[in-house]
């Protein structure tokens, strides 16, 4: 089954703990992209990336790290995580030149 | 740079009657423009794409260049609607994305 997948699901940490919430598709796809879902702030874009080795900064990068060592996935990394980085997070994917992203499930970060 | 706005954060209609999302672009190049729905407690997935001009669920959305707007509607809500929606402009060759802000939409019975 065509999917993205993320772990975590959910996740409860402490102030300045490192933590990484792995981001993984088998669709082959090029673009993979991390969002946090805020309430009243919609989906924002954190990092996106459009090929191994190849990413780029979204919206609100402060705070955040990825790598893309692989094609099938894509971690994103908080080093040292602050409560104002508790949110939703989605990861998701899509082929180059397509239209349709397709999402994981989300991870429910609270940190504490 | 590219902005999306939806202006309600909630719209509330009764079952049956007709419903409009707004969302309003700013963009430089020819706009790829999108809607993504997402059901409670489930993950989001496209509803709609600009180019298709094609009716899912009932919803269509028109592409207006003129006063750059891409607004969702349907002629007759119904319950199973309710779910928060976003208007997304996304480029088919770069990676960057803008989601608007969101609208959630409750159907009442």
């Known amino acids: 089954e065509a999917q993205v997948t993320q772990n975590p699901r959910y996740l409860i940490t402490v102030t300045g703990k490192k933590l990484t919430v792995t981001c993984s598709q088998n669709m082959n796809h090029e673009y993979m992209s991390w969002y946090r879902q805020d309430p009243g702030l919609g989906l924002r874009q954190i990092y996106y990336?459009?090929?191994?080795?190849?990413?780029d900064k979204g919206d609100v990068p402060e705070g955040y790290k990825v790598s893309r060592k692989e094609k099938r996935n894509f971690p994103l990394i908080l080093e040292s995580p602050s409560p104002n980085q508790t949110s939703l997070y989605f990861c998701?994917?899509?082929?180059?030149?397509?239209?349709?992203?397709?999402f994981g499930p989300g991870t429910r970060l609270t940190v504490t | 740079a590219q902005r999306v706005t939806q202006p309600e954060k909630l719209l509330s209609v009764f079952k049956g009657a007709p419903v409009e999302l707004k969302c309003n672009y700013s963009?430089?190049?020819?706009?790829?423009l999108f809607w993504y729905v997402q059901y409670s407690r489930q993950r989001l997935q496209l509803l709609l794409r600009h180019i298709s001009r094609e009716s899912i669920k009932g919803f269509t959305a028109d592409l207006n260049k003129g006063e750059t707007s891409f607004h969702l509607k349907k002629p007759f809500a119904q319950e199973e609607d309710s779910a928060m929606y976003y208007c997304a402009l996304i480029p088919t060759n770069a990676g960057k994305s803008t989601f608007g802000d969101g609208t959630t939409l409750t159907v009442k019975p």
């Open positions: 990336s459009m090929n191994v080795e190849v990413t």
């Open positions: 998701a994917s899509r082929r180059r030149g397509s239209d349709e992203q397709y």
């Open positions: 963009y430089s190049g020819s706009p790829e």
